[in-house]
């Protein structure tokens, strides 16, 4: 669980997660000891709104977290979704710090976990840990700028081949992806009816297939033809400011 074989030898002791990989040895030795293994089951609650955040939680290998925003007709949407390229909680603030969203374990697996407030003494001692963390908080500023534009501009059909392509991506490219049509919805802001329909087209176009509360893509590049290019957008930001930090199965990391 902590480790994968084939990863970068500087990172191959480390649990695998790409941003704690992504810190020098001085840094992880800092926040090491206080890092904790645990595993979650799908749809585990992390934080409500309001919720004091005591916790940063690591996903680590195809383990996904979700920020669902809750709305006044008592349904969530969800925002971004987090994998091994990062944490949820506490990034860069300090001090108490209420959740704003909900957040969710979307697909189970392994995570590391480490209080707040050891990260915080950690960051204090580091210029360049400071940094990194920073940088990814840009990053994931950036998935959400870009998660509210293609909300606002591209097509239902688009979105939800970019969502499939998302969590292909997070989870080592496997084909099969743990999602049903409600998840998706939910991913979406839409109704499942919707989805549904979206779902049948691929389904005849012979673009993926549907299993008891999973989709498997037959054909990953007519899926890509068919999403709009946020991902895109976002990995190149990713590259830009925490190089090899965004999942890529081809490269094994």
Not at 63 to 78: F, H, I, K, M, Q
Not at 159 to 171: C, D, L, N, P, Q
């Amino acid at each position: 669980m902590m480790a994968r074989s084939g990863n970068a030898p500087d990172g191959s002791d480390r649990p695998y997660n790409n941003l704690l990989r992504r810190l020098s040895a001085s840094d992880f030795a800092l926040i090491a000891p206080h890092l904790a293994p645990a595993e979650a089951d799908p749809n585990d609650l992390l934080y409500n709104p309001g919720d004091d955040v005591q916790i940063v939680h690591f996903p680590c290998g195809p383990s996904l977290a979700s920020y669902l925003v809750p709305n006044e007709d008592g349904r969530d949407v969800e925002t971004i979704l987090i994998g091994r390229e990062g944490a949820v909680g506490g990034i860069v603030s300090q001090g108490y710090l209420p959740a704003y969203t909900r957040i969710i374990v979307k697909f189970g697996g392994p995570f590391v976990r480490m209080p707040i407030g050891k990260l915080d003494a950690a960051k204090s001692r580091s210029a360049s840990l400071r940094n990194v963390f920073a940088r990814y908080a840009d990053c994931m500023l950036a998935q959400m700028f870009q998660s509210t534009a293609c909300n606002a501009i591209h097509s239902i059909e688009q979105r939800t081949a970019k969502w499939i392509i998302s969590a292909m991506e997070r989870t080592d490219g496997d084909d099969v992806v743990p999602l049903t049509h409600e998840q998706l919805a939910t991913l979406l802001g839409v109704g499942r009816s919707y989805t549904s329909r979206v779902i049948q087209t691929f389904k005849a176009d012979g673009i993926l297939e549907t299993r008891r509360g999973s989709i498997m893509v037959r054909n990953p590049d007519a899926l890509r033809i068919r999403a709009c290019l946020c991902n895109e957008a976002v990995k190149n930001h990713f590259e830009e400011v925490l190089r090899g930090v965004y999942p890529d199965p081809e490269k094994g990391n």
